[in-house]
């Protein structure tokens, strides 16, 4: 039996309907990074590089309360996987084809029946609240499972929760990392804010295991090690295991110009030697309209040991521990979703036998 137009033209304008109200659902994120770089560390020759990062992802709901996540991110391979805390492509070998990898990929429930909850299970980006990157490179997007919980309207107590894959070992005990953070953040005088709170990292199965190195290398990121043979081969093992708890705060004050001050400080509870770090900075001015300008400063020290030199900011010293440093940037929105950095490391690596490090960054960035 043949339908009538009227049938067929109500059908067509429910399933647009239908498609429309799915497509509005999705929110699309992207955003291209052109980085010229130039490192001087003493004792070997300088280098001057072009970089690339590249992220294209999209949230969308699968449920009312359920959030699906995905992005996808250039970066450096070995063996066909890409850096764990760096996104950046450097420009060589005469235009080859650049590898794309999975950034992010989670599934994020907010149930309804318990507010403020969130439960996170996947690929995610870092569920741990960090007012530095001196432990976490902002790159790094872990694996597992993750809880946050917040409490309170104007005062907020926050309470994150997390296990996180590390090392699968099929022969050995697997790496994982189980964190927990509680922190409380609220106003303390119009127009200042404050955050502060303190962070438990529990790595367990680290000592007298192979170092973490996605390059195969054997390269301890500033860790002490010792070596063990396997056979004829020759591994570097982490000479310690790691929990790391941290103390950290950060104040803001949102005035015509903004200003932000932080600081953090952490310690390895398994060793006596060699556990410490901290950092602290301040960040004036904020991103916003075409013209708007954002100077940021921080100090950051951190001995071998205080937590896996592995997952430790890429940038400063060339990744790692065992050294200590400053940063400066100067950032500008330079138009609408369009910004320009430049950033200077005064580093110095080896805190027993020190040598200079330093880095000069220049970004310019362009997202939706």
Wanted: glycine share 10%.
């Amino acid at each position: 039996m043949m339908r009538s137009p009227g049938v067929v033209l109500y059908g067509f304008l429910a399933a647009a309907s239908t498609r429309a109200a799915w497509y509005d659902s999705i929110q699309p994120s992207a955003d291209l990074r052109y980085r010229i770089e130039y490192i001087d560390e003493q004792h070997k020759e300088p280098r001057q590089s072009d970089r690339v990062r590249a992220r294209v992802g999209f949230t969308a709901p699968a449920h009312e309360e359920v959030t699906l996540g995905l992005r996808l991110t250039t970066a450096e391979q070995v063996n066909g996987e890409g850096d764990p805390i760096s996104g950046n492509k450097a420009l060589s070998n005469f235009g080859t084809k650049k590898g794309i990898f999975l950034d992010l990929a989670y599934l994020e429930w907010t149930p309804s029946k318990i507010p403020g909850l969130k439960l996170t299970g996947g690929k995610m980006i870092n569920p741990f609240l960090c007012v530095g990157d001196y432990l976490w490179d902002m790159d790094y997007t872990p694996e597992g499972i993750a809880a946050n919980w917040s409490l309170g309207e104007q005062w907020k107590l926050l309470a994150n929760a997390a296990y996180h894959w590390i090392q699968e070992r099929p022969a050995d005990e697997d790496s994982k990392m189980l964190g927990g953070q509680l922190a409380l953040s609220g106003p303390v005088a119009e127009p200042i804010t404050v955050t502060a709170g303190g962070t438990v990292y529990g790595f367990t199965e680290m000592q007298d295991r192979p170092v973490l190195d996605w390059r195969q290398q054997n390269r301890p990121y500033g860790n002490t090690t010792r070596t063990r043979l396997n056979g004829t081969q020759s591994n570097q093992v982490y000479a310690t295991g790691f929990t790391t708890v941290e103390g950290f705060a950060l104040v803001k004050w949102d005035s015509s110009v903004p200003v932000a001050a932080f600081a953090a400080a952490a310690v390895n509870t398994e060793t006596d030697e060699h556990n410490t770090g901290w950092m602290a900075g301040v960040r004036i001015g904020r991103l916003a309209k075409p013209g708007s300008i954002q100077l940021g400063y921080d100090y950051r020290r951190l001995e071998a040991d205080v937590s896996p030199g592995a997952f430790a900011d890429s940038d400063s010293f060339g990744g790692g521990t065992d050294a200590q440093g400053h940063r400066l940037q100067l950032a500008v929105q330079l138009l609408k979703n369009v910004q320009g950095a430049i950033t200077y490391y005064l580093n110095e690596k080896h805190l027993a036998d020190p040598h200079d490090y330093h880095r000069l960054q220049v970004d310019f960035m362009a997202k939706f």
